[in-house]
């Protein structure tokens, strides 16, 4: 079950890691714009642009997101499980209505479109703390 404090890392305000793995044990790990709360077990990230990520989830659906909290920097490890990709609907809407002001907010309104909404399971969530070397 997602935290009620964890939710705070999940309004886009810093972006968000995916960690995927191909068939053949190559990880790829990229940034998202956005992880969006959908309910207590499931989230959902912004696909815009994951050519090899997609590839990845599709051959193995399991994955890892880091999140940080804007606030207090506190950072999340979720542990998720792809189960599929919304292109209409609330959570779709909702996540592309955030993503247009997160890109006239940094002036990429041309570069950020939203393609879909990939719904994850979480399977685990647990904060983790930064400490600097």
């Not at 960690?19 to 956005?34: E, F, R, Y």
Request: charged letters at 25%; one cysteine or more; a negative charge.
């Amino acid at each position: 079950m997602i935290p009620a404090e964890a939710k705070a890392a999940m309004q886009g305000a810093i972006p968000s890691i995916l960690a995927t793995c191909s068939p053949d044990g190559i990880p790829n790990v990229t940034h998202i714009s956005q992880v969006w709360y959908v309910d207590e077990t499931h989230v959902a990230a912004s696909y815009q642009f994951f050519n090899k990520t997609k590839r990845n989830i599709a051959a193995n659906p399991k994955a890892q997101m880091r999140l940080f909290d804007p606030k207090d920097s506190g950072r999340w490890v979720v542990e998720v499980r792809y189960i599929r990709t919304e292109t209409s609907g609330r959570t779709f809407d909702d996540m592309e209505s955030q993503l247009e002001a997160i890109a006239s907010m940094t002036g990429m309104e041309d570069v950020f479109h939203l393609q879909g909404a990939d719904i994850y399971e979480v399977i685990s969530i647990r904060r983790t703390t930064f400490i600097p070397e």
